[in-house]
């Protein structure tokens, strides 16, 4: 296993501290996907992190996703970046559902 540093903007770090997954274990399960076809990485080599204090934290990865990762052409802090984004996204969206449905039955 290896610890990739990455620097993460400080609304997503209280998110994820905040979360019942691990982010090591996000982003192992991504890295998962993309080797298998499933996803691809970003293209983009930068992220909005405009007006974010910056939070450094490591990720977990195995010797393999390490490997993996040096052969691709992907920055690996816009990844966690936008990983984290379509987490939040995705919970916001379950979150305008389920308050459209309990206002349905009112």
Same mark, same amino acid.
């Given at each position: 296993m290896k610890d990739r540093q990455v620097r993460l903007r400080d609304d997503h770090y209280q998110y994820v501290q905040d979360s019942a997954f691990t982010l090591s274990g996000l982003v192992r399960e991504a890295i998962n996907d993309v080797m298998e076809g499933k996803d691809e990485f970003p293209s983009a080599t930068s992220r909005d992190t405009d007006e974010h204090e910056l939070i450094r934290t490591s990720v977990t990865v195995t010797d393999e996703h390490e490997e993996y990762l040096r052969s691709q052409d992907v920055v690996f802090s816009v990844f966690v970046h936008q990983l984290i984004e379509? &987490?939040?996204? &995705?919970?916001r969206k379950l979150e305008q559902l389920e308050e459209e449905w309990e206002d349905g039955l009112d």
């Open positions: 379509k &987490r939040m996204m &995705r919970e």
